[in-house]
T-cell receptor, first 117, second 113 residues
């Protein structure tokens, strides 16, 4: 399967614990995005990478959240000291770079559903 | 800032009925507009897109026309099927936003046989 993959698909944790999610993008895509989707809402942008550089972070991304893409391939999203409000679906997407004002389609992974008890 | 407002659901229709899901947007510049679909148990998929005013995006019998004068991008289908049951998201991206997608809140569509 050459689509975007995410691991784990589901994570249940207790408040205060740290969690880490992984995203593997489509191999030739150098842009990688993280979004968060809460129940009944559309996805909200968190951050994005071009290769290994993290170029933008939303103000939704508090200092408890950190994302990395060390070799410009897979990415990890870590949440420290989880809170019940962190419960959501975390989506990863990847795309080719934007060229000459043309938007390239973002391909989404299946998401990681986080439940904080 | 940029935003998308779409028709609240849920929407329930009978098979072969005509579908319209309204979507309006606020954006600076000239955004690209999208409809994404999320089938039960599956990830988000791009359904159709339009990148400039008066463009019509179409796919799987669905259509939407980019109307700059009314800042709208309404989704339509002439005859829905049970398999169209899903959540539909209107979305936009703009050059100034580094291609991050801004989504509406989604409309859940259920089709009765």
């Amino acid at each position: 399967d050459t689509g975007v993959s995410q691991d784990p698909r589901h994570k249940i944790t207790k408040r205060g614990q740290n969690v880490t999610f992984r995203c593997d993008p489509i191999s030739e895509h150098n842009r990688l995005y993280w979004y968060r989707q809460t129940l009944g809402q559309g996805p909200e942008f968190l951050t994005y990478f071009q290769n290994e550089a993290q170029l933008e972070k939303s103000r939704l991304l508090s200092d408890r959240f950190s994302a990395e893409r060390p070799k410009g391939s897979f990415s990890t999203l870590e949440i420290q000291r989880t809170e019940q409000g962190d419960s959501a679906m975390y989506l990863c997407a990847s795309s080719l770079p934007r060229l000459a004002g043309v938007h390239n389609e973002q391909f989404f992974g299946p998401g990681t559903r986080l439940t904080v008890l | 800032g940029n935003s998308v407002t779409q028709m609240e659901g849920p929407v329930t229709l009978s098979e072969e009925a005509f579908l319209t899901i309204n979507c309006t947007y606020t954006a600076t510049g000239y955004p690209s507009l999208f409809w994404y679909v999320q089938y039960p148990g599956e990830g988000l998929q791009l359904l159709l897109k339009a990148t400039k005013a008066d463009d019509k995006g179409s796919n799987k019998g669905f259509e939407a026309t980019y109307r700059k004068e009314t800042t709208s991008f309404h989704l339509e289908k002439g005859s829905v099927q049970v398999s169209d049951s899903a959540v539909y998201f209107c979305a936009l991206t703009s050059y100034s936003s580094a291609s991050k997608i801004i989504f509406g809140s989604g409309t859940r569509l259920s089709i009765r046989p």
